[in-house]
């Protein structure tokens, strides 16, 4: 069965870069024809859609958060990850890590993590 | 960007009664080959969100059958046919035509 693990700093400082892991487990990402994305939500609130990435290649991102995000795939340790660049309170939130095809199923997230906190503060 | 819209922003319902939750998309999210590119997603407490439905109208893996989803271009529904304690929680509206994907604002579901 697919998990997914998020990992990484619970506390980043302000200005500096949020790095975040999400392993897969039960699947491999260099064979798999799904994309691995990240979605954020702050506590109490709604869901925001930061990016996805292929391990073929083809990364997408939210443009809202384009010049400050990179999402790559790392096939040797079959994990993903997410860098968030110049961070600020209001990046502190519940990231999540999941997996969705990109046209079959109309992208829809069918195997998500269990979230990760991540609070901005010096 | 697509701008999704739910309503009710709440619900209340009793164990047993059907519940409807809608979304509102602002363009058409009818693609070329046929399907809306429209899911939904539950939040239960304290987890993470899981699929229940899939273009439209389609059921998740595992997803018990009282839970339906219809509709096609820019108006869609879900509906729980008989409510259950365990159906409680946020339910979210995702479209899938346009990258950014977009949700909507959340449906918080609660039982009377």
């Known amino acids: 069965q697919l998990q997914l693990q998020e990992s990484g700093p619970g506390l980043v400082k302000p200005s500096e870069t949020l790095s975040l892991t999400c392993t897969v487990f039960g699947d491999s990402i260099s064979t798999s024809t799904y994309y691995w994305g990240w979605i954020r939500q702050p506590p109490g609130k709604g869901l925001e859609w930061i990016g996805s990435s292929h391990h073929g290649g083809g990364t997408y991102y939210n443009p809202s958060l384009k010049s400050r995000v990179t999402i790559s795939v790392d096939t040797s340790k079959n994990q993903f990850s997410l860098k968030l660049s110049s961070v600020t309170a209001a990046d502190s939130t519940v990231y999540f890590c999941?997996?969705?095809?990109?046209?079959?199923?109309?992208?829809?997230?069918?195997?998500w993590g269990q979230g990760t906190m991540v609070t901005v503060s010096s | 960007d697509i701008v999704m819209t739910q309503s009710p922003l709440s619900l209340s319902v009793t164990p047993g009664e059907p519940a409807s939750i809608s979304c509102r998309s602002s363009?058409?999210?009818?693609?070329?080959?046929?399907?809306?590119?429209l899911g939904w997603y539950l939040q239960k407490p304290g987890q993470s969100p899981q699929l229940l439905i899939y273009l439209g109208s389609n059921r998740a893996s595992g997803v018990p059958d009282r839970f339906s989803g219809s509709g096609s271009g820019t108006d869609f529904t879900l509906k729980i046919s008989r409510l259950e304690a365990e159906d409680v929680g946020v339910y979210y509206c995702?479209?899938?035509?346009?990258?950014?994907?977009?949700f909507g604002q959340g449906t918080r579901l609660e039982i009377k």
């Open positions: 995702m479209q899938g035509l346009q990258t950014p994907l977009t």
């Open positions: 999941a997996r969705h095809a990109w046209g079959g199923s109309g992208k829809a997230f069918d195997v």
């Open positions: 363009q058409s999210l009818l693609n070329s080959n046929g399907y809306n590119y």
